[in-house]
């Protein structure tokens, strides 16, 4: 293992290298998907279809939507372990400055990228003009600063890639616009409950949007349950820490259980259905509580997955500006 822990975060919370390389694979598998999505560069009858096999097409094919489910359930997990480490507990939040904190760490980037992409669509270069019937670059600013890109795109369709990505984003910041209400708000219990009751609803709340494919993939209760999950996670942090044997067995446990799920994606999904996505949160889940009780590393070699991990964030809502190169390039 390389060193437990690298530079603290704000608010005093010190970084987690095996946790950066769980952000890391994530953001890789979700390029890697961007990238061979059948209109991009199809991995189906093709020379490298064939030299991956089709175990692999599986993993690349299914791991970038499990990829932002995993997203969901670690942010959920930083944002309430740094929450109790600040204030002690969710009932003492200071909403001003978890807002305001929440406000710096998302808006600059965000801006700078709306403003870019404006630019793009303006000079009506291929891959960022916005086409659609109903869109307009007005709509799509006034969805993506108004958390409900993801809305957005449900009622008129899909948005250029660069755009598509900020679904998410609306989705994990309306969560976190609500979450320090509730906390203020509940009795522990109830709040706690309520986690409970919000992560167990994904598979149904999936499922009552069967026939709806872009909103049933992007709507907000089933990614607010992986975030729930992750918040719940974190509150078992408080409890007294186990054996680091049964951290370590939790973690590979967890670790065999995510790989498992995103190599027999096909057979995943055939058995549980939409509940799959929830046995990769809570896959998610023991990873990131094994790592926390280990105060896990990244593991030799790894170093480079954690650098992506750190810079996550950056990396999601721009990394569609190097697969649409690489495409451009591919079909050259």
Not at 182 to 204: D, H
Request: proline content about 5%.
């Amino acid at each position: 293992m390389a060193e437990s822990e690298s530079a603290p975060l704000p608010g005093g919370l010190a970084r987690n290298g095996g946790i950066d390389v769980l952000r890391g694979l994530s953001i890789l598998l979700v390029i890697l998907h961007h990238l061979a999505l059948p209109f991009r560069i199809p991995l189906g009858p093709s020379l490298i279809g064939e030299s991956l096999g089709r175990r692999w097409i599986s993993l690349i094919g299914f791991s970038g939507y499990a990829a932002v489910y995993t997203f969901f359930v670690i942010s959920g997990f930083l944002i309430a372990r740094r929450t109790l480490q600040q204030y002690g507990g969710l009932g003492a939040i200071d909403l001003r400055r978890f807002y305001v904190q929440r406000a710096s760490r998302i808006l600059p980037l965000l801006l700078a990228l709306l403003v870019v992409l404006s630019l793009l669509h303006w000079a009506a270069v291929p891959g960022f003009v916005i086409r659609q019937p109903d869109q307009s670059l007005g709509g799509a600013w006034f969805a993506a600063l108004g958390l409900h890109l993801n809305w957005y795109e449900g009622q008129t369709g899909w948005l250029p890639g660069n755009w598509d990505v900020i679904w998410s984003l609306s989705i994990e910041e309306l969560f976190y616009l609500l979450f320090p209400l509730a906390c203020w708000c509940l009795p522990r219990p109830l709040l706690v409950l309520a986690l409970v009751i919000l992560m167990a609803s994904l598979p149904w709340t999936r499922a009552l949007l069967d026939g709806q494919e872009i909103w049933q993939e992007k709507a907000y209760l089933p990614a607010m349950s992986a975030i729930a999950m992750g918040v719940l996670a974190a509150l078992l942090t408080r409890l007294r820490s186990p054996s680091r044997g049964f951290a370590r067995m939790l973690l590979v446990l967890g670790g065999l259980a995510l790989f498992a799920a995103l190599f027999c994606g096909g057979e995943l999904w055939r058995a549980t259905g939409h509940a799959s996505l929830l046995f990769i949160a809570a896959s998610a889940s023991a990873i990131l509580l094994g790592c926390h009780w280990l105060s896990a590393g990244a593991p030799r070699g790894l170093g480079w997955l954690a650098r992506m991990g750190r810079l996550s964030y950056e990396l999601y809502l721009t990394h569609m500006f190097v697969v649409l190169a690489v495409v451009a390039v591919w079909r050259a």
